[in-house]
């Protein structure tokens, strides 16, 4: 059974970083594409960060490049997300997600994605 399990969600003052974990179990081969999504209240998720197997190949959404980060420890089958400079505008549901395999890293939506945490919660305050 596969299990993505998030943590390092808080609340924090605007300009801080936090530095999202998602550990995965479960997963029968190394997941080729792991993302970080977020979902507002009342919206759909989208993606904010995806990675490819090695690290070689990664995707950014406008609204957190340059700001965020994401990176994977395949020995530790550990996907992060690290946070900096963050805004009241990221206040959000943060969700891992992974797929045995994915073409690229750009353009994907959650139906490209198989397995889901149940995400964790980030507070920014102003």
């Known amino acids: 059974q596969v299990r993505l399990v998030e943590s390092g969600g808080g609340s924090v003052e605007a300009g801080k970083s936090l530095r999202l974990s998602c550990a995965s179990s479960?997963?029968?081969?190394?997941?080729?594409?792991m993302a970080w999504f977020r979902q507002f209240p009342g919206k759909e998720r989208e993606v904010i960060a995806v990675?490819?197997?090695?690290?070689?190949?990664?995707y950014y959404a406008d609204s957190v490049k340059g700001r965020f980060t994401i990176s994977r420890d395949n020995a530790m089958n550990t996907l992060y997300l690290q946070m900096n400079s963050l805004k009241p505008e990221d206040t959000a549901m943060y969700y891992c997600?992974?797929?045995?395999?994915?073409?690229?890293?750009?353009?994907?939506?959650?139906?490209?994605?198989?397995?889901w945490g149940l995400g964790t919660q980030v507070t920014v305050s102003s």
């Open positions: 479960g997963l029968s081969e190394v997941a080729n594409c």
């Open positions: 990675i490819s197997t090695g690290g070689s190949s990664t």
């Open positions: 997600a992974a797929t045995v395999w994915c073409a690229a890293t750009a353009g994907l939506r959650p139906a490209d994605f198989d397995y």
